[in-house]
Nanobody, 128 residues
Framework: QVQLVESGGGSVQPGGSLRLSCATS???????MAWFRQGPGKEREGVAA????????YYADSVKGRFTISRDTAKATVYLQMNGLKPEDSAMYYC??????????????????????WGEGTQVTVSS
């Protein structure tokens, strides 16, 4: 079973930056990886995703231009660089992995059910 380990969450002021990391235990079963977030009383929403083979990236409209997803295949790690953080970005952030590299087609990347592995989450809090 694929294990995902997130790190990098924390508390920052509005306008600040954080970088989240997600290490996978099985690269072969992690052809497509994503970050989701879930705030209190809210549904889990897709934030960003990346096709590991082709480096194609996907972003939610709310984070475009501020967040950047990237991967280091050698380290079996995916990153989420978050700049210009806003209070509304506060949430638990989860890393997810799918073995199917075509998850991104037809906006499938933002559907939680398309992923077979999830991390335990890392908290991001943005407040002054």
């Amino acid at each position: 079973q694929v294990q995902l380990v997130e790190s990098g969450g924390g508390s920052v002021q509005p306008g600040g930056s954080l970088r989240l990391s997600c290490a996978t235990s099985d690269v072969a079963k992690s052809n497509f990886m994503a970050w989701f977030r879930q705030g209190p009383g809210k549904e889990r929403e897709g934030v960003a995703a990346i096709s590991v083979s082709w480096s194609t990236t996907y972003y939610a409209d709310s984070v475009k231009g501020r967040f950047t997803i990237s991967r280091d295949t050698a380290k079996a790690t995916v990153y989420l660089q978050m700049n210009g953080l806003k209070p509304e970005d506060s949430a638990m952030y989860y890393c997810a992995a799918a073995s199917d590299g075509t998850v991104g087609e037809n906006n499938g990347w933002s559907v939680p059910g398309r992923y077979h592995a999830w991390g335990e989450g890392t908290q991001v809090t943005v407040s002054s």
